[in-house]
């Protein structure tokens, strides 16, 4: 039967929808008049027969008559008045033939995959259901020719499912593409290049088991189609016109990816195995292990230029998926790339971490959704049937490693890794499928790992069954270049011949390996190439008063005939009035002044979090909302002259959005990107993020970032969620100049270290306590002239003379004391910047107090805040200073409204006592 005859059994071949429609009236009148087969075939499909009776009926204008030859004319029109015309043809149309046979191919097309041939292995016995058999189907004699075509495209070596989605266009163009592509003959030239990429695959891990023995490479062999299938994405995506393909990965195969995939030379991997560091003797970081790492390069593919990326990651399984998506949705957006089809990403996964790490759902959900979409993401799980050491059974409760991604509609391949052409056809069905329908879709490759997790463990220990197999289970190598020798593509001794050349190659590379003296680092080029390592002076951040009045008033229009909600526009206009008297500038209205600046200063803008659009406070307004249409309006637009605002409401993640957004300052060190925590207290469920990529990126892999977190933090009686940003976790992480850290209590300043992000020569990631009381605070305004006249100040000082006592603090905790000090021989000093630590700013100002006690007050815990911080460092260069605040507390603050109120009086009065 050919894919064209497959086509006309389908129940929805026009040619069968005169006959369908009239049997399903006749169901929806009496289910027990037709068939059985009809009743359970019309009850499973009732949206898609309504769907297509539809459509085919003919618009409501111009409504369809079908006549059944041999019945009378019937009009499926809804609205008919002709009774007499909806008799249901004869009894005998519930025994038509090719109905039935059509019914047949709709359940080798939705339940194939239980039957097929999947594990290489052989351990999964596999059972035909019984919707596959003819006689199920009221079919007592069919052609052995269609039967064994079924068989082959739905029950042989590749799964497919997809019969979950709900587009009909996509489900009809999957359906073809299977029962045309799994079919077809590949070229001799595609099969030599399949079995090239396996014998440089396998012949590369045994190079590394022999040379270097016992040492970690986490092998892809069992799973070597894997690359095979990366190969084959490459190849069709780089002819469809993609630039840049980013992939994520774990450990297993990375070695190989990296060499034969990515492009990173042999020698300089070999290199890494006797010991050598991968970058210059000049760079002082610290590395990673060479599973870890990542590379970059161009390949030529059809003519076009294709930039390859693999991402550095760490073994937090699946973290790194946020990522990925967050650098490839700023490449497209460099790229005005709307349709989302010039960069890609590719994910691989093992199948254990799939369907086990929370993170993969994060970023399933999230790759539809506006903010950020990437126009869908190819995952390849590389199933070797086991966890570390756990069974499927103890690994996930869902058939297949899979099944989670059918909740966003991906179709499914699953494929039996030992097939390499069948592993080859469904990455290409794929790359294809995410090219025309930007839609995320899965590759489920069937495989095994031919040693322990890594090359150190023995898995007989858990796994003897299994691992036995394997131990006589013949290689893909040996596989694949069998068949290629039996059927005369290949001869046995052109094959040998490109195993001594490519082994060949590998010992020429291990001797050229021993000379090797890495002269460059991988990193500050392209984009990156005007940022200047270690150059963390101030840059001037102050606008004239002229600019910022006339920025201001800009974010106040209102477009004609836009409905804002009149409390918004007050707010607006109130920050118009402060900016223009040149005093009483708030929180929000210094925000607003240094985005606008930036905006017209031509710097990009992407901010996003839970309530970013309004603010988790109501004090950004940037996003406006006609009160009489769903319309929206930005309070920048104005501004926007070059580089845009976006201002995205998050997915309830903190773990998948914060990932993506560190992803994006990747690729986008030009722009100002910010994740806002709703409360700085829900960041630690993005503890993984911050902790393997932002804190440490830069000395592990060289790969700087300019991301902002903004974490909400102040302890205001609102119990243990909802008062603190854990600052301690933060500054504990602090070292090698990693990040800046900084609790600011002054709008002005907040103005001035967003615009030092940006205007700095050098790019560390930003850790803001910002505000919550104190965006409305009386006492939390500043002047025009800090805007127009200083810069950033890591230090504000106070101008007490004689002081007998100075309280150092950072924060909110300043406020409560300035309100609370009723005497002049006391000086309050503020550490706007906690890290780096301004030693020669505090310096300078405890001079001024060299007789005068020193104390530091906070607000947080002993073990909290930042105490255990500071204290060593100022008593550097003062006196050891004395505590005040709350005891150490196992947890962050009271739930009580009437004990915080107290433990805060105590504390006030004990620092100003």
Same mark, same amino acid.
């Given at each position: ?50 769907? *297509? ?8 204008? !111009? ?16 609205? !008919? ?44 016995? %596999? ?27 739905? =029950?042989?070596?590749?799964? =497919? ?96 990816? &990296? ?38 390069? %161009? ?25 990925? /998506? ?14 989302? @089809? ?64 059918? $909740?966003?509609? $991906?179709?499914?391949?699953? *494929? ?22 930007k839609k995320d879709v899965v590759l489920d490759i069937i495989c095994y790992r031919r040693y322990g997790h890594n090359e150190g463990d023995e898995p007989l220990y858990t796994q003897p ?76 951040? $102050? ?35 402060? %900016? ?8 929000? /209205? ?33 996003? &406006? ?108 992480? /602090? ?6 850290? *900084? ?35 009386? &006492? ?13 100040? @890591? ?14 603090? !950072? ?32 310096? *300078? ?11 530091? /007050? ?11 911080? %500071? ?43």
């Open positions: 039967m050919s894919s064209e005859e497959l086509s006309k059994t389908s129940p929805f071949f026009s040619a069968n929808v005169i006959f369908i429609n009239e049997l399903y009236q006749k169901f929806l009148q009496d289910p027990q008049s037709v068939d059985v087969s009809w009743t359970e075939f019309f009850a499973a499909n009732s949206d898609e027969v309504k769907s *297509v009776l539809a459509d085919y009926s003919g618009p409501s204008w !111009s409504k369809r008559s079908l006549k059944i030859i041999g019945s009378q004319e019937f009009d499926i029109s809804s609205n !008919s008045k002709n009774e007499a015309a909806k008799k249901p043809i004869a009894e005998k149309i519930g025994k038509n033939v090719e109905l039935r046979l059509a019914n047949l191919v709709s359940a080798y097309r939705r339940f194939g995959h239980l039957a097929a041939n999947l594990d290489p292995l052989g351990l999964t016995s %596999v059972q035909k259901p019984a919707e596959l058999d003819p006689e199920n189907h009221g079919i007592d004699e069919i052609d052995a020719g269609a039967i064994s075509r079924l068989n082959a495209i739905y =029950c042989n070596k590749v799964g =497919c499912e997809f019969d979950y989605i709900l587009s009909n266009e996509q489900k009809n163009w999957l359906v073809r593409e299977a029962e045309n592509t799994l079919l077809s003959d590949l070229s001799k030239d595609e099969k030599l290049k399949i079995l090239k990429e396996i014998i440089r695959t396998e012949r590369f891990e045994q190079f590394l088991h022999k040379r270097f023995p016992g040492a970690k490479r986490f092998s892809v062999e069992g799973g070597d189609s894997s690359i095979n299938a990366l190969e084959k994405i490459i190849d069709v995506a780089g002819k469809s016109g993609v630039k840049k393909i980013i992939v994520g990965m774990a450990h297993r195969g990375r070695l190989n990816t &990296l060499t034969g995939v990515m492009g990173k030379p042999y020698h300089q991997m070999i290199a890494e195995f006797k010991g050598i560091p991968g970058i210059p003797e000049n760079i002082t970081k610290s590395g990673d292990v060479k599973y870890h790492m990542g590379y970059s390069s %161009v390949r030529e593919i059809g003519g076009n230029q294709v930039s390859l990326s693999l991402a550095f990651n760490p073994s937090h399984l699946e973290a790194v998926n946020p990522v990925v /998506c967050g650098r490839v949705r700023a490449i497209q957006d460099l790229l005005n790339d709307s349709s989302r @089809k010039q960069a890609l990403a590719v994910l691989i996964h093992g199948d254990a971490a799939f369907a086990g790490q929370g993170s993969v759902a994060e970023n399933l959900v999230m790759n539809g959704v506006c903010g950020y979409n990437t126009g869908g993401v190819i995952h390849i799980i590389v199933n070797n049937q086991i966890g570390f050491t756990a069974n499927p059974s103890d690994s996930r409760s869902t058939l297949y490693a899979s099944d989670l991604a059918k $909740a966003i509609d $991906a179709p499914i391949f699953h *494929v039996n890794g030992d097939d390499a052409e069948s592993v080859v056809k469904v990455a290409a069905i794929a790359a294809r499928y995410r090219q025309l329908f069954v299994m691992y036995n197999k394997i131990k006589n289970h013949p290689t893909l190598e040996k596989i694949y270049s069998q068949k290629l020798i039996a059927k005369s593509v290949i001869s046995q001794n052109e094959y040998e011949k490109l195993t001594t050349d490519f082994d060949a190659l590998l010992a020429a590379e291990f001797i050229k390996a021993e000379s090797y003296k890495p002269q460059e680092a991988d990193w500050l080029k392209g984009d990156w190439s005007r940022i200047k390592d270690g150059d963390d002076s101030l840059p001037n951040t $102050a606008l004239d008063q002229k600019i910022l009045q006339k920025l201001i008033t800009k974010t106040a229009e209102i477009p004609a005939g836009f409905n804002a909600n009149p409390k918004i526009v007050k707010q607006l206009e109130a920050r118009v009035e402060a %900016v223009n008297s040149g005093k009483n500038i708030d929180w929000g /209205c210094s925000e607003s002044l240094a985005f606008a600046s930036l905006l017209d200063e031509g710097f990009p803008i992407r901010i996003t979090g839970q309530d970013s659009g309004r603010g988790t406070f109501s004090h950004r307004h940037s996003i &406006l909302h006609d009160a009489k249409s769903a319309a929206h309006h930005s309070i920048f637009s104005a501004v926007e002259k070059v580089a845009k605002y976006e201002v995205y409401d998050s997915v309830l993640s903190e773990y998948g959005v914060l990932g993506f957004e560190y992803g994006y300052s990747l690729s986008s060190p030009n722009s100002l990107t910010i994740w806002e925590a709703q409360f700085g207290d829900f960041a630690n469920g993005a503890q993984i993020i911050f902790d393997q990529f932002i804190a440490s990126s830069e000395v592990k892999w060289l790969r700087k970032s300019g991301l902002v977190m903004l974490l909400p933090h102040g302890f205001e009686g609102q119990g243990p969620e909802h008062s603190s940003a854990r600052p301690e976790r933060y500054l504990q992480s /602090c070292a090698d100049n990693n990040l800046r850290v *900084v609790n600011i209590t002054n709008p002005a300043n907040f103005f001035h270290v967003l615009r030092r992000q940006i205007h700095s020569k050098d790019r560390k990631p930003l850790i803001v306590m910002s505000p919550k009381s104190l965006l409305r605070h009386k &006492l939390a305004v500043s002047t025009l002239n800090e805007f127009s006249d200083l810069n950033f100040r @890591k230090i504000i000082g106070d101008e007490i003379k004689n002081a007998r006592k100075v309280i150092l603090c !950072s924060g909110k905790i300043y406020y409560d004391l300035l309100e609370a000090r009723k005497i002049s021989d006391i000086a309050l000093i503020r550490l706007e910047q906690l890290y780096p630590f301004p030693k020669e700013e505090l310096k *300078v100002e405890l001079k001024k107090y060299q007789n005068a006690e020193i104390i530091w /007050c906070q607000e947080e815990p002993r073990n909290m805040g930042a105490w255990k911080f %500071v204290e060593e460092l100022i008593e550097e260069i003062a006196a050891r200073p004395k505590y005040v605040g709350r005891p150490s507390s196992a947890s962050p603050a009271t739930g009580y409204g009437s004990y915080h109120a107290r433990e805060q009086k105590k504390l006030i009065d004990e620092a100003l006592g």
